[in-house]
């Protein structure tokens, strides 16, 4: 004989969950128009149930590691099947990894472009300190203080070119 566990007949309102959740009573609307939400109503009011709030969390979960609300409803309609959750775990899963493997790359892609835009950055006031010292973007002071300085605005190019790839 199986053990049946129940949540509380607790209910909530969009108000509450607002709260509880940091969201706007329009993405709650949002969710429920796209089927992802399905409150009880009592008149005029939406009256949200522990699996609406359940459901609420994963959709806020997913829409923040980047689930497209397709994919977070995909996961959610594979709870309550009769598997004890590992259909809906399973398919979580997959999309999780993909995740993981698009940010990865994301996060490639941007490693490489802020390098570019350092080497690029480096080679621009390079130009620019030999031409228009002047026009370095906050550096009045210290162009002033280059020329005051051993070597002048070409140390300070060189300087700042070490530091740019230092820190990348």
């Given at each position: 004989m199986g053990l049946e566990l129940r949540r509380p007949e607790r209910t909530f309102t969009i108000r509450q969950l607002c709260l509880e959740f940091k969201c706007t009573p329009r993405a709650l609307r949002f969710y429920e128009d796209k089927g992802l939400l399905s409150p009880?109503?009592?008149g005029l009011n939406r009256v949200y149930s522990y699996r609406d709030r359940a459901r609420l969390q994963l959709i806020l979960?997913?829409?923040r590691v980047g689930l497209s609300l397709a994919e977070i409803r995909e996961i959610l309609q594979l709870y309550g099947k009769e598997d004890?959750?590992?259909a809906q775990n399973a398919k979580a899963l997959r999309k999780f990894r993909e995740r993981i493997v698009a940010f990865e790359q994301q996060r490639e892609d941007i490693d490489h472009a802020i390098a570019e835009l350092r080497e690029a950055c480096a080679r621009l006031e390079g130009q620019l300190a030999r031409?228009?010292?002047d026009l370095l973007?906050?550096?009045a002071g210290a162009a002033d203080a280059s020329r005051a300085a051993p070597g002048g605005v070409r140390d300070l190019t060189v300087a700042r070119a070490n530091?740019?790839?230092m820190e990348s």
């Open positions: 009880a109503r009592h979960r997913g829409k004890g959750g590992a031409v228009r010292p973007p906050g550096e530091s740019v790839h």
